[in-house]
């Protein structure tokens, strides 16, 4: 999943293309996740969440899991 899902990123997000980009990057390259360009905070990649198999409900950006 390489888009976030309107709830987990608003489409009117300030950084929204930004961190699409981040997610992209990171994704290409096999890395876990990338640095939150406003929080500084590290978010998950959908792949990285994937591989843990569930959902651990706490509403990841990136989760490629149906709640």
């Known amino acids: 999943m390489a888009?976030?899902?309107p709830e987990n990123l608003?489409?009117?997000?300030?950084h929204?293309?930004?961190?699409?980009?981040?997610?992209?990057v990171a994704m290409a390259v096999d890395q876990a996740g990338y640095t939150d360009?406003?929080?500084?905070?590290?978010?998950f990649t959908a792949k990285t969440l994937a591989?843990?198999?569930?959902?651990?409900a706490m509403v990841c950006r990136?989760?490629?899991f149906k709640r």
């Open 37 to 43: 360009p406003e929080t500084g905070f590290f978010v």
């Open 51 to 56: 591989a843990e198999g569930k959902c651990c």
């Open 3 to 5: 888009v976030p899902h």
């Open 10 to 14: 608003a489409l009117d997000h300030p």
């Open 62 to 64: 990136h989760c490629p």
């Open 16 to 24: 929204r293309e930004e961190i699409l980009v981040r997610h992209g």
